[in-house]
């Protein structure tokens, strides 16, 4: 059987570093990852990019963002330069099965999109975020269509349980191979436009603004995710043997508690 680690990458988009309990917000619910926080390996030194597409370029080459082709969001300045040799792809020649679920941003056409970048499997929504130009007409995080490896699909459910729901699926059934497995978890929340179901948003109702309450119910959503993911691992025996990482892409867009930083996105 080999031996080698699986790893599981969560990326989330548009959090700060005070957007989570364990850092000290006590406006916030997270407890599933302030329970990580508490038993993981912290790097404390450690510095993303300014906005989105650059940090995904900079963790996905190993290089600095700018000399990789990606140096903001927008205006074609996204796109990943074809001759990049991606982490998925090393980990794909490496014997490892890989897939990308949820934020690409890192060209929507050919030759840029995730499955032609080193991934397996991909499910994606286009643009920077959902919604944006590219992406697929009407998609408002709730029983959205994505592209799966290209081919606009249609799934149920909102933005953040579909990519998580998407790729406890595909872990589970890469269980079944003697393969190790390489899965990109990468949501567009808690990004604007603050959209997330009532009963997250009610949590946080009467304690701020609204768009704080429905920023931090994204968060609180995405907590939950983590928390059923963890749990999966542990039950088909790959926690022990799979290396999870969580981080964020930039500072957040909000920043009711910002950690004593001077700014924030």
């Not at 929507?108 to 995730?114: C, G």
Request: proline residues 3%.
């Amino acid at each position: 059987m080999d031996s080698r680690p699986n790893v599981v990458f969560v990326l989330t988009d548009d959090q700060g570093y005070g957007d989570l309990g364990c850092h000290g917000n006590d406006a916030i619910n997270t407890p599933h990852i302030d329970r990580f926080h508490h038993d993981a390996v912290r790097l404390t030194d450690f510095h993303v990019g300014s906005t989105c597409a650059p940090t995904r370029a900079g963790i996905l080459t190993g290089h600095f963002c700018n000399s990789a082709g990606v140096w903001h969001t927008i205006g074609g300045r996204s796109l990943l330069r074809e001759d990049e040799w991606t982490l998925a792809d090393a980990l794909s020649d490496a014997g490892y099965r890989t897939g990308h679920f949820g934020k690409w941003h890192l060209g929507d056409s050919q030759p840029f999109r995730p499955h032609e970048r080193g991934f397996d499997e991909s499910v994606y929504h286009a643009g920077g975020g959902i919604g944006n130009t590219g992406d697929h007409w009407g998609n408002d995080y709730f029983d959205d269509t994505y592209f799966k490896n290209g081919v606009a699909t249609a799934y149920e459910g909102y933005c953040t349980d579909v990519f998580f729901q998407q790729a406890l699926g595909w872990i589970k059934q890469k269980n079944t191979e003697d393969t190790p497995f390489f899965a990109f978890i990468s949501t567009n929340a808690p990004h604007s436009p603050y959209i997330v179901a009532d009963e997250y948003k009610a949590m946080y109702q009467g304690k701020c603004d609204d768009k704080a309450a429905a920023f931090h119910g994204m968060i609180t959503n995405i907590d939950d995710n983590m928390g059923v993911l963890m749990e999966k691992l542990d039950q088909w025996g790959l926690a022990e043997n799979t290396l999870l990482i969580f981080m964020t892409d930039n500072g957040s867009s909000v920043g009711t508690y910002n950690y004593g930083l001077k700014g924030t996105k």
